[in-house]
């Protein structure tokens, strides 16, 4: 097992950086902005009946919205997660931990993960590298990592760009298929397949699907890029200069979600990565997502000393949005707004 002290420490550092430094993709773009939703003057809706509910792993959720997975593994973090699940069950919506690698190798840091006592309805998922699989973890540790915070499922998320330019990563990424599809077969919760925010494309999504993955967070290019956050924490120019070179590297959020909703008509797409607004939100339902994550712009009302409020003053803003490109484009409810085509700028 690795040292858990070591992950505390990275854990920290990323949260210093994510919130300290300027760690957006460079020279890539979302896409979301050559895109925009029809606007109709006659919408023949109520905007107050306008209905974003939906289903997801078998709970209700008020909006198509989840918190992704962020942080977690460190005592000082214990405190962001409670509030960004306290907001999420006032709110309806779903939430992920952050990678829970540090708690499964000391499970004195699993309290910084356990939030179900403040969010007992929502849509809970753990959180494990997928390359960990090759790294000493498998099914017992995910089953562990999935009893700790009681949830609904288990996120893979795969990083091969953030561990290759990383000081300390874990550079083997072979025979993970294998090993995800024996995990599918037995791991009583869905397995969800999540990017960082470089994107899943068509190719690795089939594969996915072929071994037993049936939700997909294409998590895309053009938000918050793991390579830059890693160059701030290079030592050496040269890591530096090798992390940098990748910050415009990846496949935009737009991109992703339309190819993986193209290639698997049938799969649960969770759009992610970069998405800033309600707007985007629409966006990306419109390109064929079945709700949407968003990771840094709730972390940084969490980190106030309002901490849950904030958050649901954050998210509120973001949900109003929602509602009102929902209203203006003539869609009532999202399987309208599922069908509604979009016009390229």
């Known amino acids: 097992m690795p040292d858990s002290s070591n992950i505390e420490g990275r854990k920290l550092d990323h949260l210093r950086v994510v919130l300290g430094e300027d760690v957006n993709a460079k020279g890539i773009s979302t896409g979301f902005a050559a895109y925009h939703l029809p606007h109709t003057a006659l919408p023949e809706l109520d905007l107050n009946e306008v209905d974003t509910r939906l289903t997801f792993l078998g709970k209700p959720m008020r909006a198509p919205l989840l918190i992704s997975s962020m942080t977690g593994g460190a005592q000082t973090t214990e405190r962001i997660n409670r509030a960004l699940a306290e907001a999420a069950e006032q709110l309806g919506l779903a939430m992920g931990v952050g990678s829970q690698r540090a708690a499964v190798a000391d499970r004195a840091l699993a309290s910084t993960y356990r939030v179900r006592q403040v969010a007992p309805t929502i849509p809970l998922m753990a959180n494990l590298g997928a390359v960990q699989l090759n790294y000493g973890f498998g099914i017992d540790e995910c089953q562990r990592a999935v009893e700790m915070i009681e949830a609904d499922a288990l996120i893979l998320h795969f990083n091969p760009l953030q561990e290759a330019v990383q000081p300390e990563g ?20 869905p397995v969800i397949a999540k990017e960082v925010g470089n994107g899943i494309g068509a190719h690795d999504a089939l594969r996915l699907y072929e071994v037993g993955v049936r939700i997909i967070d294409v998590a895309g290019a053009g938000g918050t890029s793991w390579s830059e956050v890693e160059r701030f924490r290079h030592t050496t120019e040269a890591g530096a200069k090798l992390a940098g070179a990748f910050a415009g590297w990846g496949i935009p959020t737009t991109e992703a979600i339309r190819a993986v909703r193209h290639a698997l008509p049938d799969v649960t797409v969770i759009g992610s990565g970069g998405i800033r607004s309600g707007i985007d939100i629409a966006k990306a339902i419109a390109l064929g997502a079945d709700l949407v994550g968003t990771a840094r712009p709730a972390l940084v009302p969490a980190f106030e000393e309002r901490g849950t409020a904030a958050v649901i003053e954050f998210l509120n803003i973001m949900i109003g949005e929602l509602r009102v490109a929902m209203f203006c484009s003539g869609n009532g409810h999202l399987q309208a707004l599922r069908h509604t085509p979009l016009q390229r700028v």
Do not use: A, T
């Open 170 to 189: 874990d550079v083997n990424f072979k025979g993970l298929l294998r090993k995800i599809e024996q995990l599918c077969k037995v791991l009583p919760v």
